[in-house]
């Protein structure tokens, strides 16, 4: 394969991208992200997005879900307005429910080699 042929943003000494494609691509991911934080200020009331904020600090993750709840009911149209803190907070419990994991606690008992439950230790009593 000679450079030509290879992918945008490639290089053939690196194996990895470019800076200037490594610079586009963090741009690019950069408006994204402030096109997510335009949509998220234009359905939400200030409350709301304070406490989604403050979910954000601690787990981002699940504020990443909720997020992405959010922008994909507003897109769909099922936003009557915007979503007041009630409102956030009951999808905030919605998404907790889905993300809770249940720890169940197995134990099993770890056998010697000479111990077995079939030994009968009474031959040591008499």
């Keep these: 394969m000679d450079l030509q042929e290879l992918p945008e943003g490639f290089t053939a000494g690196g194996g990895g ?3 200037q494609a490594a610079a586009q691509k ?10 997510r934080r335009s949509i998220l200020d234009q359905i939400m009331m200030p409350e709301a997005r304070e406490r989604l ?7 981002k993750d699940k504020a990443r879900a909720l997020e992405d709840m959010l922008i994909s ?23 907790s429910a889905q993300m809770e994991r249940k720890t169940k606690v ?14 009968n230790d009474d031959d040591l009593l008499g």
């Excluded at 963090?26 to 096109?35: I, L, P």
């Design 26 to 35: 963090a741009q690019q991911e950069a408006a994204m992200e402030d096109q």
């Design 73 to 95: 009911a507003a897109k769909q149209g099922k936003l009557g307005g915007k979503v007041s803190q009630e409102q956030f907070v009951q999808m905030l419990e919605g998404v």
């Design 106 to 119: 197995t134990m099993r008992r770890r056998r010697n080699i000479g111990d077995s439950d079939d030994d």
């Design 17 to 19: 991208m470019d800076p």
């Design 53 to 59: 904020n403050n979910i954000a600090m601690v787990k």
